[in-house]
């Protein structure tokens, strides 16, 4: 593999990728290690290592948890001394072997690769996932080329899939979308990390003006909701609850519209409402006498009556109010029968007991005269 040196060509990065997949198909550590800078720098998945020893131990522990390994990689991108890969493998589950069980797994992910002069891989990033598989799902089962035609069909089908299945599921997109926007940045904050550069300065070089703001105000956003989280002051608890009030409240326009329309009519009828049409034919409802529309000095809402619904949504909210109300006293050991309530907090509550059982029988007759209004 160190034999193809940079700077890459298109034929020559192919090979690369390719002469590194026969490699890694081997399972052996001793020959995968030689294509490595004695000081390279990995990250699989969570997981970071630098220098041979470690990576060694690694592909080591690896290649016995990982049975019947087979694995296929294909050139994506590149530049003078980078290469991008796209890979998928296969394996049986060593776990699940020992407990009778045949379980396969694939793994599908990317690598970031960059070379020095003499063509070792100087740092490998690789992010990955993987879904549990039967074995009739194999793509690399026993006899099959991984290069095989075939295989990348099956490939292409399964993506296009995905890709249908996403388009169909807004919601799925969305969530996928956003864990991608925070793991590329958490990435990029360990790779800089790792490369010892500061994270805000590369943000900065390679980051539009746009993208910062719009990420530190997703941030922000994000922390004010965290914060918002704990219990602040009655006043803030009111405002939370409120608009969690207003999340779960539906409203009825169709019924809105219904008895507005119902009202206005009514209202045109009596004489309170005048429809007039405008020049380009728009019909307006003029309030002549200035009683219909509501004023600071109306008092016609005193006669609305909420339906059955809204009153009952009102009793539930106020019921959910009053369990959560006792359910927190509970937490806080205050029980109906526990008497007066002579501390602020905890801590106070146990520092009045501690005084109880020290001094309760020297102060215990003065605190009852106090009590009958005998005190002198």
């Given amino acids: 593999m160190?034999?193809?040196?940079?700077?890459f060509t298109h034929e020559s990065a192919t090979k690369k990728v390719k002469t590194a997949q026969a490699l890694w198909n081997t399972k052996?550590?001793?020959?995968?290690?030689?294509?490595?800078?004695?000081?390279?720098?990995?990250?699989?998945?969570?997981?970071?290592?630098?220098?041979?020893?470690?990576?060694?131990?690694?592909?080591?522990a690896k290649w016995q948890r990982e049975l019947d390994y087979r694995?296929?990689?294909?050139?994506?991108?590149?530049t003078d001394n980078k290469i991008a890969v796209q890979f998928w493998y296969e394996y049986r589950d060593e776990e699940a072997a020992e407990e009778g069980k045949e379980v396969w797994r694939r793994c599908?992910?990317?690598?970031?690769?960059?070379?020095?002069?003499?063509?070792?891989?100087?740092?490998?990033?690789?992010?990955?996932?993987?879904?549990?598989?039967?074995?009739?799902?194999?793509?690399?089962?026993?006899?099959?080329?991984?290069?095989?035609?075939?295989?990348?069909?099956?490939?292409?089908?399964?993506?296009?899939?995905?890709?249908?299945?996403?388009?169909?599921?807004?919601?799925?997109?969305?969530?996928?979308?956003?864990k991608q926007a925070f793991a590329s940045h958490n990435l990029l904050k360990a790779d800089t990390a790792a490369a010892g550069e500061d994270f805000e300065r590369k943000r900065a070089w390679d980051w539009t003006i746009e993208e910062s703001e719009k990420w530190d105000k997703r941030m922000d956003k994000k922390a004010k909701h965290r914060e918002d989280v704990a219990f602040q002051d009655y006043r803030q608890d009111s405002r939370k609850v409120y608009k969690r009030q207003l999340r779960e409240m539906k409203p009825d326009t169709?019924?809105?519209?219904?008895?507005?329309?119902?009202?206005?009519?009514?209202?045109?009828?009596?004489?309170?409402?005048?429809?007039?049409?405008?020049e380009d034919g728009e019909l307006v409802a003029v309030d002549r006498s200035g009683t219909f529309y509501s004023t600071a000095d109306s008092t016609d809402f005193v006669e609305n009556k909420p339906d059955r619904a809204a009153v009952d949504r009102l009793v539930k909210d106020l019921g959910k109010a009053e369990e959560t109300r006792l359910r927190k006293r509970r937490d806080r050991g205050k029980g109906e029968d526990d008497g007066d309530v002579t501390y602020i907090n905890d801590k106070n509550k146990q520092f009045n007991a501690k005084l109880a059982r020290h001094y309760n029988k020297y102060t215990a007759e003065i605190r009852d005269s106090f009590e009958r209004g005998t005190m002198i």
């Fill in 71 to 78: 694995l296929r990689k294909e050139l994506f991108a590149f």
């Fill in 2 to 7: 160190a034999d193809i040196v940079p700077p």
């Fill in 254 to 278: 169709e019924g809105y519209e219904k008895d507005k329309m119902a009202a206005v009519q009514k209202a045109a009828l009596s004489g309170a409402l005048e429809i007039v049409e405008t």
């Fill in 108 to 178: 599908y992910g990317l690598e970031d690769w960059t070379f020095d002069e003499q063509g070792k891989m100087r740092k490998r990033m690789m992010s990955a996932n993987e879904v549990e598989i039967g074995r009739g799902e194999r793509w690399f089962g026993e006899g099959v080329d991984v290069d095989a035609k075939k295989s990348a069909q099956r490939n292409l089908k399964e993506a296009a899939a995905e890709s249908k299945r996403l388009a169909t599921d807004p919601n799925l997109l969305s969530s996928l979308s956003r």
């Fill in 28 to 60: 052996d550590p001793s020959l995968v290690i030689q294509a490595y800078t004695s000081t390279s720098i990995w990250r699989n998945r969570s997981t970071f290592l630098t220098g041979h020893a470690s990576i060694l131990s690694f592909l080591t």
